[in-house]
């Protein structure tokens, strides 16, 4: 297959080459170069989507014959490094926003139905509800402190709400709460 997408994509590659056909012939290597280097299958395909669309810009702008397979894994490798730097500044943001947060004692008489709703949800959503009402976090704040796009920020915070209010309306059933 190498020896095909080289003969497609070298220098002597016909002008009529497709994106199409630049993907089936080098899509599976790039998939296998990312994952082989971050080990977990989603992120390396929407590394490897990312690859191949600045392939599709590079077809778009006539410079299609620019792209080779060596090109292909050098913008792989690029954004799978950007991918770690991006980890790398959330998990900077947690720390210190974990860092600065005050811990805060519930009362003696709190009920204990609301920590295991907030229990419940992934990670992501705990984050936005945390910073969004304990630590009174704007939208935009939010947005930055877990690296999103403001309308990602609002998405997030609104499916929080909906699963919080779920898992503790479940709470409340399973302590046999009627109509809390």
């Known amino acids: 297959m190498i020896d095909r997408a080289h003969n497609l994509i070298g220098a002597e590659r016909p002008d009529t080459l497709s994106l199409a ?12 170069f990312l994952l082989a280097r971050c080990g977990n299958r989603a992120t390396a395909q929407d590394l ?41 500044r959330s998990q900077r943001r947690f720390a210190r926003l974990r860092a ?27 984050a936005v509800l945390t910073l969004r009402y304990l630590d009174d976090y704007s939208i935009t704040e939010v947005a930055e402190a877990l690296d999103l796009s403001y309308k990602a920020a609002e998405s997030l915070l609104a499916r929080a709400k909906r699963s919080f209010a779920d898992a503790y309306r479940r709470e409340m059933h399973e302590e046999g709460v009627a109509d809390a």
């Open 21 to 32: 056909e630049l993907f089936t012939a080098e899509g599976s290597a790039v998939f296998g």
């Open 48 to 88: 490897m989507t990312e690859t191949f669309m600045q392939a599709g810009d590079r077809f778009r702008q006539g410079r299609g014959n620019e792209v080779t397979p060596a090109w292909l894994r050098t913008v792989a490798r690029r954004r799978l490094i950007d991918h770690w730097r991006r980890e790398a």
């Open 100 to 126: 600065e947060r005050q811990p805060v004692a519930p009362p003696p008489d709190a009920d204990d139905s609301v920590d295991r709703a907030l229990a419940s949800l992934s990670s992501r959503q705990r």
